[in-house]
């Protein structure tokens, strides 16, 4: 296995163990003080938009063309984000979100969008092709 790929499923393993944790536990009840529920709902954007970035410099940077990259990740994030509401339904106070789902798909479609507009920048394209 790629040392690139594992960047990605470390990550979306990371996303798996924080939703992992109970509704009502002390660790969910700091995040809870601290942050309104419309804004922790908010934060699956930038979560699920750095998971597409990263399976999208996977894909892309393996040379897979910039449209099958996309259908991969697409593929990938979605699935991701519809078996961590699944699997949400299972923690104790957790419960699956249609919005949590579109969120997740909003953060997907952005986190594409950034990588594309990444790769059309020469030095960012420099950058990111560095870590060959």
């Known amino acids: 296995m790629s040392?690139?790929?594992?960047i990605p499923i470390f990550y979306t393993m990371c996303i798996f163990g924080l939703s992992s944790i109970p509704g009502n536990s002390p660790v969910d009840s700091i995040i809870s003080y601290h942050i309104s529920p419309s804004l922790q709902n908010l934060f699956h954007i930038p979560e699920f938009g750095i998971l597409a970035?990263?399976?999208?410099?996977?894909?892309?940077?393996n040379k897979s063309s910039?449209?099958?990259?996309t259908l991969y990740v697409l593929i990938?994030?979605?699935a991701c984000g519809f078996l961590n509401e699944l699997y949400q339904l299972i923690i104790p106070g957790r419960?699956?979100?249609l919005s949590d789902s579109?969120?997740?798909?909003v953060?997907?479609?952005l986190g594409i969008a950034v990588y594309s507009s990444f790769t059309r920048i020469p030095i960012l394209t420099r950058k990111l092709?560095?870590?060959n």
């Open 76 to 78: 990938i994030c979605l």
């Open 53 to 61: 970035f990263l399976w999208m410099w996977v894909f892309y940077k």
């Open 3 to 6: 040392k690139p790929l594992l």
């Open 102 to 105: 579109i969120l997740n798909f």
């Open 107 to 109: 953060g997907i479609l």
């Open 95 to 97: 419960y699956a979100s």
């Open 66 to 69: 910039f449209l099958r990259a």
């Open 129 to 131: 092709n560095k870590h």
